[in-house]
């Protein structure tokens, strides 16, 4: 049995921008949008910017560099740059690391990220709605939004503006609004695991770092555990424990597989399991490892860490093979350089040497990118909405590769600064003018050869 729900809700408007989502990629968004002059609106379902990299406590930056030179600039260079000022990423790291080396990751203080990402909000004058979710749409027509309902503390309300971003990560602005869409689950029954990540105090990295240099040796143990059966389930592929801080680390281990991150009721299951994963994982640092025998956890995540769950069908789609073979494109906003990092699918050995074979052979190369072409931010035919982050139009490849939160900042800077083009030319997302959004980003930092 269906119910019908009738009701008369408040309306809000004055906004030039509605961005839905505060992650790397609606952050960004948002304030690139409003230093070029659009009143923007920034909702978020937690009470906190970031996303998966604060309240998933996914804390490190992937990599921004080709090994020659820096190809993620713009607003992320900003916000790597505060964090290093303020002390906020790990205490080793120096600004050749992110700047030039190849495929490294730069850990940090998920606390730290939200202050960052506070402060560039009220510098840029956007305006936040914390704790607030997204429900329906209102179109004015096929493809044309006109305003997102929207609950939070005070109930239902519409919220209008002339022009959307999707950042939510699940693509769910433009579902609502009947853009076309590939979901993982419906799609093709599997979609890469998911992972409850933790962060951990009383680490003695020093101890740590004696026994395992640079932590080389730590797969091999874990694998060798692994064989023992003293993990519940038989997994070795190891994202990593990393430090953060003089006695701190966040610990990304453990898969949560057959996780349909579109289904609550498997959400919810799953956020219990990885969970029960985290003390495993606890158990093991203190009996094997040197430096973690008096480690005690801090925290584990409060969201679950999804890796893919819906992607837009956009005006562009880029897949596995505009990676193999390294396409650029006339019309790209940004390039980007990671490794095809598509998680195990499950606990099989095959799987696990898939992954393998993808660690070590699907990489980009030193000095190389990969081109991001505009239509993957825009779902097919609409006019006044973008999407930004990890459900912009891409294969289940290729979303290894984009969905790192240096890449979602990029893509987001891009969708901000679309829309706002949008805003002052009139000119629809879909037939957008590419030289001049290029221009622009190119006059706001962003590397495009």
């Not at 936040?128 to 027509?141: A, E, N």
Request: charged content about 25%.
């Amino acid at each position: 049995m269906e119910y019908k729900l009738v009701r008369n809700i408040p309306v809000e408007d004055g906004w030039d921008l509605i961005v839905a989502g505060g992650g790397h990629a609606g952050t960004a968004a948002a304030v690139c949008a409003a230093r070029l002059g659009a009143k923007v609106l920034l909702l978020e379902a937690m009470g906190c910017l970031g996303g998966m990299a604060t309240s998933a406590y996914v804390g490190a930056f992937g990599p921004m560099a080709d090994g020659e030179r820096q190809l993620v600039r713009g607003f992320m260079d900003e916000v790597i740059n505060a964090m290093y000022e303020r002390k906020y990423l790990e205490a080793s790291i120096k600004p050749e690391k992110w700047q030039k080396n190849y495929h490294v990751w730069n850990s940090y203080n998920p606390e730290g990220l939200k202050l960052v990402f506070d402060k560039f909000i009220e510098d840029a004058g956007v305006d936040v709605r914390f704790f607030t979710k997204v429900i329906d749409v209102v179109l004015g027509s096929d493809k044309h939004l006109e305003g997102l309902v929207i609950t939070n503390v005070e109930g239902y309300k519409l919220v209008k503006a002339k022009a959307f971003i999707d950042a939510t990560g699940d693509a769910v602005v433009a579902s609502f609004a009947g853009a076309e869409c590939r979901e993982a689950y419906r799609d093709t029954k599997i979609s890469m695991p998911a992972s409850v990540t933790s962060l951990w105090a009383n680490c003695d990295w020093e101890s740590f770092y004696k026994q395992y240099p640079g932590g080389k040796g730590l797969q091999e143990l874990l694998e060798q555990k692994v064989d023992e059966g003293f993990f519940s389930q038989w997994d070795k592929h190891f994202p990593g424990m990393r430090k953060i801080g003089k006695s701190t680390g966040y610990l990304n281990a453990g898969h949560v597989f057959k996780v349909n991150g579109l289904n609550c009721k498997d959400i919810s299951k799953g956020m219990m399991h990885g969970r029960k994963i985290i003390l495993e994982f606890e158990q093991f640092f203190k009996k094997f490892v040197p430096g973690f025998e008096n480690m005690e956890i801090a925290s584990s995540a409060s969201v679950l860490g999804q890796r893919e769950t819906r992607n837009i069908i956009g005006e562009a789609i880029l897949t596995k093979e505009d990676f193999l073979a390294k396409r650029h494109f006339p019309d790209e906003i940004g390039v980007y350089n990671r490794f095809m990092d598509v998680h195990v699918y499950d606990t099989t050995p095959e799987e696990y040497a898939r992954f393998v074979d993808y660690q070590k052979n699907y990489h980009l190369g030193p000095g190389n990118s990969l081109g991001l072409p505009y239509g993957i931010l825009v779902p097919k035919g609409f006019d006044n909405l973008w999407v930004a982050g990890r459900c912009v139009s891409s294969d289940n490849q290729v979303l290894g590769t984009i969905r790192a939160q240096p890449c979602c900042s990029l893509l987001g800077q891009a969708a901000g600064t679309a829309a706002a083009q949008s805003l002052k030319t009139d000119q629809p997302a879909h037939s957008l003018d590419t030289d001049t959004l290029r221009k622009t980003l190119k006059a706001n930092n962003v590397y495009l050869p």
